[in-house]
């Protein structure tokens, strides 16, 4: 965190000046509305006019102040947080695919975009209340020393008996609060869960009950809510009482100077300074830790925490991964065991696939297809038993060249804000004929001819102006064109109508590439030309005869 | 739903109350306060102690009302929120039963999370808001003028130029907030699909090129947000000028006042206080009245979605199915496509039929038509000779039993999630885990049938869960048994027993609509009907 702040120096610097602008601006309005009322006392016109001039003045610096204050700090805050986005993406970017996966992406997601304006949020923010309040304090406090040193060390004293009450609070609401939300979260996930139902508790005619279950659920939540309303209001308003109180006290203790002789203009500017002091400390303490929180916040996306190795490549397993890819015959599935989130999902698998083949994956959602997918294209590593490629040790593999040899056609298609050209071919220089044969295998040859662009079409944003089924021909094009050993396909036809979905498995089975394939589609007369069916059940790999499979469990 | 929250206005009304006698007390220290200063400009030492312990006293009741009031508002908020709830959730619950698919149900979910939300923090909190801080106004007013109308006149003249500059300040302000979410949703939307495709860019050595772009749009989405806070800088330092001139100007006025004479030291305090008691309401107010507003538009959206389409009049209650379901010339067509062009076929009692077809070709249409959840256009339902359309849904159901592909899991016990809270005897209930090869399930745990299902069964196979529904279809004891992808989550084998062990039930019709079949099993059925381009029609053996 350090580096990153003293890597602009000098703007950092005067950030911190800039912070200290808005305790100059507090400090001068006191001292100007201290002037006005010592005219009350005077009853000196001239002293008026002349009060009048000096806060007006006051009113137009301190504007300027806060202006300036406000620029010096955003173009700080604007680098820096460039800064912070670019480290956090650069560490996901680093890590390696089988690292990746073992975090969901919605924390990823919260990484870039939610923890980012946390961070914004805490630390900047905070870091500029806690200049602002230490500082107001500080000042006051020596100011009002210099004034009168018996009264300062008294509103020393109360203020520190202030910051006490406030702790003591605090805790309470943090943990109230949480309650609340998550009581709320439970209810959410209840009543989604009980819509979903209804239909069934309809056809059964017991949405009565249910109802009541609900009702109950709501009245939980509000009861909870209701301890948090009335402790947070009952805080606020005895915070105010206090305030009110403490200031009345001052107010009272500071007049009886006044029959001892002191100014009302004195006393007016030590009322207001000994006002500000008494609640900065309360406020700002807790902002301390805020900041704390931020700068780990930083940490985490960052990968910068104390300890943590820069970089995961590396594997649990350390072990090294060198040898080039080579797929000539065989690769063998042997007593393959993983678990995926606690759950089961393959258990003592044994599967031989052979180069050139055409395999069908079927099985219930959650049996572990996909898991399959990704175990053989290299994205988990952490799993027992073996799998092997003629014979080596698919951990032994180098990633790279394996990723060079293996394709993957799956749900999600990314594209890039360029070319349809350069999404097919991913930057890579291609033959042009062999592009016009991908496009027209896979199926694009349409959208290409309702653009005179053709192939220079401009995807635009995340591929805004194409259907799903459109990026997806785009995903299988990347496919053929790479020409490679392996084919790894999840659904690939999904988003397709009932004719492209034909022509395009028909393509896909005609390749010179080993497909492995999960699809829940049947096209009559070409999903049986698969070799053969692989069907996940209890963690066990089952191989069947695409003829016997189809012709016995076919639908007319 | 505005009524549901306008039955709680007693509880408002005694919240408001009791904060306006926070207000009359805050006043009333206000001028005990001025008059101790004002002890102090003529010196009188004696009646300014005597004024100071009447301050006191009206300080020490400061406290319990703050706390009695967070009391009241606490429960006011609570009645209100419950009673919207609540009220919300009984009409969804009263809908048709064709208005749960699952569209619907994110639609019912969504305005509960977001717009009953807003209701809450908008309008329940804004109606307290706005009549607390109007009857502050009122008190405020009371109280200034109780010293100086002049000041009074000067104060609100000010706080008027003030509200007006805060509100055309406002709107570019908001403008300018507005722009930025723009741009964070797109560039939200880029880092998703950066995630989904993190393999791929991986395996395809996309490295640099994606950093590249990333950059790019960072430094973009950054500079743009600096360009939004240069200009709210500027916005709001003209606003914080505007507003502390006119704060200097007031404060200014009191003190010349007291140079004229028609004002003391205490007055000129007082005032300065309560000004900031008028001043901070009407913000308030106007922060409030907005959100109030715009809580009309929501409220109309929550009705909308509540509101109950009228349904048919039904009259005849069946407690038996005697002897057939006839479709007889039935057509009906959904949005824009025709799916069934008179077409007519018939079920009847005891025997097994398979339906079969492609994907989107009238089974599950079918299905529903035979559930009542929509009427034919043209043709008729017959059920033993009497028109579906007018037989009372809840008798009809009790007839029925569906088994379907996503089964709902309550949270409960194994046998209230079989038995759907039916009295069953036991034995039965066991013979109905046989039949469905649920028996190993209930077995592994000790607990057995008493066993809690969390989560809508998260740690339940999806196996598991299809079992489960079947077992809950065969104990409804139903006359006819409507089976919708119901063994797509099971393995061939079990699929195949349970298929056996449903067509041997006696006495009962069973529709199994399913594009999964078994040589073995498609001579136990009685028929099977092909249902496509429009028409449901037999397949010959």
């Known amino acids: 965190m350090k580096q990153l702040l003293m890597k602009r120096k000098k703007a950092f610097a005067f950030y911190l000046l800039a912070c200290f602008f808005p305790v100059i601006n507090q400090l001068m309005s006191q001292l100007g509305f201290a002037l006005m009322i010592g005219t009350v006392e005077s009853q000196s016109m001239n002293q008026f006019t002349l009060a009048l001039a000096v806060t007006a003045g006051i009113v137009v610096a301190s504007s300027l102040l806060q202006l300036l204050s406000r620029f010096m700090r955003i173009r700080f805050m604007r680098d820096t947080l460039l800064d912070i986005r670019l480290e956090a993406f650069d560490k996901i970017l680093s890590e390696s695919v089988a690292s990746f996966s073992k975090k969901s992406k919605e924390v990823y997601l919260s990484h870039l975009i939610n923890d980012i304006n946390t961070f914004e949020q805490h630390f900047f923010h905070r870091l500029l209340n806690i200049i602002f309040g230490g500082g107001v304090y500080v000042f006051s406090i020596i100011i009002l020393m210099f004034l009168d040193f018996w009264f300062a060390i008294g509103i020393l004293a109360v203020s520190l008996g202030v910051f006490a009450i406030t702790k003591t609070f605090e805790s309470k609401t943090v943990a109230l609060q949480q309650q609340v939300s998550e009581l709320n979260e439970q209810l959410t996930v209840k009543v989604s869960n009980t819509f979903n139902g209804l239909e069934i508790l309809k056809l059964n005619n017991i949405e009565e009950k249910f109802l009541g279950q609900t009702f109950e659920a709501v009245d939980h939540v509000e009861k909870k809510r209701f301890h948090y309303t009335v402790f947070t209001e009952g805080q606020r308003g005895l915070t105010n009482s206090l305030s009110f109180i403490i200031f009345i006290g001052i107010l009272m203790v500071l007049m009886l100077k006044a029959f001892d002789g002191t100014s009302i203009g004195k006393i007016t ?92 994956v079927k099985g219930p959602s959650g049996s572990g297809k996909t898991t399959l997918l990704k175990l053989l294209s290299k994205v988990y590593e952490d799993y027992d038993g073996q799998i092997t490629v003629d014979g080596l040790d698919y951990k032994k593999v180098d990633i790279n060249s394996f990723n060079h040899k293996i394709s993957n056609i799956y749900q999600d298609v990314f594209l890039f804000e360029d070319t349809l050209l350069n999404n097919i ?50 995903a299988i094009a990347r496919a053929i064109l790479r020409d490679s050993e392996i084919l790894f396909a999840d659904e690939a036809t999904s988003s397709l109508n009932e004719q492209l979905g034909r022509a395009i498995e028909e393509t896909l089975l005609k390749l010179d590439s080993t497909v492995i394939a999960i699809s829940h589609r049947f096209y009559e007369g070409i999903t049986e030309k698969y070799d053969a069916i692989i069907e996940i059940k209890n963690g066990v790999l089952h191989e069947y005869d695409s003829k016997v499979y189809f012709s016995e469990g076919v639908a007319l | 739903m505005k009524h549901e929250i306008m039955k709680r206005i007693p509880l408002l009304a005694v919240a408001v109350f009791v904060a306006t006698i926070g ?6 220290i206000s001028i005990e306060m001025m008059n101790a200063i004002d002890t102090v400009i003529d010196k009188d030492r004696e009646l300014f102690i005597q004024r100071s312990l009447r301050l006191m006293l009206a300080v020490s009741l400061l406290v319990p009302s703050q706390l009695l009031l967070a009391y009241l508002k606490g429960l006011y908020k609570k009645s209100a929120i419950t009673g919207a709830k609540k009220h919300f959730l009984k009409q969804i619950f009263k809908k048709d039963i064709r208005s749960f698919q699952s569209d619907n149900n994110a639609e019912y979910l969504s305005c509960m999370t977001n717009d009953v939300k807003v209701i809450e923090s908008d309008y329940i909190d804004g109606l307290f808001e706005i009549y607390a801080n109007v009857m502050n106004f009122i008190v405020g007013i009371v109280v200034i003028a109780y010293v100086s109308v002049a000041a009074l006149g000067v104060g609100i003249l000010l706080g008027v ?48 090129k994606v950093k590249d772009d990333f950059h790019k749009k960072s430094e973009h989405i950054q500079e743009r947000g600096y360009q939004i806070d240069r200009i709210v800088s500027y916005i709001s330092a003209t606003q914080n000028f505007l507003m502390m001139g006119i704060l200097y100007s007031l404060m200014a006025f009191s003190v010349f006042l007291t140079l004229k004479g028609a004002l003391t030291l205490g007055g000129v305090i007082l005032i300065i206080n309560n000004m900031e008691k008028i001043l901070r309401p009407l913000m308030t107010i106007s922060e409030w009245l907005p959100k109030l507003n715009a ?31 006839t479709f007889d010339q039935v057509s009906f067509s959904f949005e824009e496509n025709v799916v069934f062009d008179e077409t007519s076929f018939r079920f009847d009692k005891g025997k097994k039929y398979l339906v079969v077809g492609p994907s989107g070709g009238g089974k599950s249409t079918m299905l529903r038509l035979i559930r009542k959840y929509f009427h034919p256009k043209e043709g008729i339902i017959l059920l033993d000779g009497t028109n579906l359309n007018d037989i009372i ?67 339940i196979s999806g196996g598991e869960k299809s079992r489960l529904a079947i077992a809950r279809g065969l104990l409804q004891n139903a006359k006819i048994i409507i089976l919708d992808e119901a063994f797509s989550s099971l393995d061939r084998q079990t699929a195949k027993q349970i298929e056996k062990t449903l067509l041997t039930l006696e006495e009962v019709t069973i529709i199994n609509v399913s594009h999964v079949i078994f040589e073995e099993s498609k001579a136990l059925y009685d028929a099977t009907y092909l249902v496509k381009n429009q028409k449901v029609s037999l397949v010959e053996a």
């Open chain 2, 161 to 208: 130029v003030g509200m007006v500059v805060s509100m055309v300040m406002g709107k570019p302000l908001e403008k300018q907030q507005k722009q930025r979410s723009e741009f964070y949703k797109d560039y939200t939307i880029y880092i998703k699909e950066f995630l989904s495709a993190f393999q791929i860019i991986k395996s395809y050595g996309l490295h640099a």
């Open chain 1, 269 to 360: 500017f030590m009322l207001q300074l000994a006002n500000g002091c008494v609640w900065p400390i309360g406020q700002v303490v807790p902002m301390f830790n805020e900041l704390k929180a931020s700068i780990g916040i930083y940490q985490k996306i960052t990968g910068t925490q104390a300890g943590s190795p820069e970089g995961a490549e590396q594997t649990s397993t350390e072990q090294v991964a060198d040898v080039p890819f080579a797929f000539h015959h065989e690769i063998k599935i042997r007593d393959l065991a993983f678990a995926y989130d606690g759950k089961v999902v393959l258990d003592g698998a044994n599967f031989v696939l052979q180069k050139g083949k055409k395999y069908l």
């Open chain 2, 295 to 325: 809580s009309k538009g929501i409220f109309k959206r929550i009705d909308d979605l509540l509101m109950i389409k009228p349904s048919e009049p039904e009259s005849v209650e069946i407690n038996d199915f005697k002897a057939e379901l």
């Open chain 2, 393 to 459: 849904k809840e008798s009809y159901f009790e007839q029925l039993s569906n088994i379907e592909q996503q089964v709902f899991i309550f949270e409960d016990t194994i046998r209230n999630n079989l038995c759907l809270y039916k009295e069953i005897s036991d034995a039965e209930i066991w013979s109905a885990i046989e039949r469905a090869g649920l028996t190993q399930f209930v077995k592994s745990h000790a607990e057995g049938l008493d066993r809690m299902l969390y989560d809508n069964g998260k740690n």
């Open chain 2, 23 to 28: 207000f009359i007390l805050d006043g009333w």
């Open chain 1, 425 to 474: 071919t991913l930057f890579k220089p291609m033959d042009h004929s062999k592009v016009e044969e991908a496009v027209e295998r896979a199926g694009l040859s349409e959208l290409i001819s309702t653009r005179t662009e053709g192939l220079q079409m401009k995807i635009e944003e995340n591929g805004k102006n194409l259907s799903g089924g459109q990026r997806q021909r785009i």
